[in-house]
């Protein structure tokens, strides 16, 4: 099971991370939700870039 979490987690983060979305907050999602974590990101659509804290 622990194994699963930690999968899903990683997944997770690397789909948010392509999808300009928090990769934290994604991955800690993805090892509580597991597998509807990963569908929810999943279905997201892509963010516009402008999140809070990324600004030059």
Same mark, same amino acid.
């Given at each position: 099971? #622990?194994? %699963?979490? $930690?999968?899903c987690a990683f997944g997770c983060a690397k789909i948010a991370e392509r999808k300009n979305r928090?990769? +934290? #907050?994604?991955? $800690?999602?993805?090892?509580? #939700? +597991?597998? %509807?974590?990963? $569908?929810?990101?999943?279905?997201? &659509?892509?963010?516009? +870039?402008?999140?809070? +804290?990324?600004? &030059?």
């Amino acid at each position: 099971m #622990l194994i %699963i979490s $930690v999968a899903c987690a990683f997944g997770c983060a690397k789909i948010a991370e392509r999808k300009n979305r928090g990769v +934290g #907050l994604w991955g $800690v999602l993805g090892f509580v #939700l +597991g597998l %509807i974590g990963l $569908v929810i990101v999943a279905v997201l &659509p892509a963010a516009d +870039g402008k999140r809070a +804290g990324n600004t &030059p």
